[in-house]
């Protein structure tokens, strides 16, 4: 298996331009994770999925912010309007049966820069 | 959530064994304890994971004390790349990860 793939690697944008984050999951894995990483606020979650349904999106910063499962193997995070705050890596990963003693796979990340 | 603490950082030389604890001290005995770690430009790796019992690996172990307020994740020979922030975090239920700063581990050659 490939792993849990992440595109584009890295994204330049300017202020007020959408951006659009993809995942792939590994298969067979029924649940998802969007994390950000900052150097001031470390790693964090922002929302996560259990077969296709959002179950926490508490992290999610505001309604800039929006992310889906079309179907059971793909998400995608959105950000519409871009902003030089939302400068950060995102990662993505993916379990099997939630994070109850289950590995999580993370993804290479996607190094979001915001001018 | 219960809360984990580590040290900032820590050194080691290389091939030699490394102990990096966590404390724990509000743990409910339903915790789970992960540890993650992330290496340079990577995102973050499984290492190990336990309960109670001490857990073994080909990457690491894990000693869980009898009380559980901390643990130790055990590096056996370290190498180079094994230099990486290191993270404890726990777990119960379906409860989502919740990563801290962690131990930033530098190997001297």
């Known amino acids: 298996d490939a792993g849990v793939i992440q595109s584009p690697r890295h994204e330049v944008t300017e202020m007020g331009q959408e951006v659009t984050l993809r995942c792939k999951l590994i298969?067979?894995?029924?649940?998802l994770f969007w994390y950000r990483q900052t150097m001031m606020r470390g790693l964090e979650l922002l929302i996560y999925?259990?077969?296709?349904?959002?179950?926490?999106d508490s992290g999610m910063p505001e309604d800039r912010f929006s992310a889906k499962m079309p179907n059971a193997s793909f998400s995608t995070l959105k950000i519409q309007p871009s902003e030089p705050r939302d400068s950060a890596v995102y990662f993505c990963?993916?379990?099997?049966?939630?994070?109850?003693?289950?590995?999580?796979?993370f993804g290479s990340g996607t190094q979001l820069s915001v001018l | 959530d219960a809360k984990t603490t580590q040290p900032n950082s820590m050194e080691s030389n290389e091939e030699e064994p490394v102990h990096l604890p966590c404390n724990h001290s509000?743990?409910?005995?339903?915790?789970?304890i992960h540890w993650y770690r992330q290496l340079p430009s990577q995102g973050p790796e499984y290492v190990i994971h336990?309960?109670?019992s001490n857990v073994n690996n080909r990457m690491a172990s894990l000693a869980i004390a009898e009380d559980r307020k901390s643990s130790t994740l055990i590096l056996h020979r370290a190498t180079l790349r094994d230099a990486a922030v290191y993270y404890c975090?726990?777990?119960?239920?379906?409860?989502?990860?919740?990563f801290g700063t962690g131990t930033r581990l530098t190997i001297i050659p």
């Open positions: 990963a993916s379990s099997f049966g939630g994070a109850l003693g289950e590995k999580l796979f």
């Open positions: 509000t743990i409910s005995g339903t915790d789970y």
């Open positions: 975090i726990l777990n119960f239920g379906n409860e989502k990860l919740t």
């Open positions: 999925f259990n077969n296709n349904v959002p179950i926490d």
């Open positions: 298969s067979g894995h029924n649940s």
């Open positions: 336990g309960l109670t």
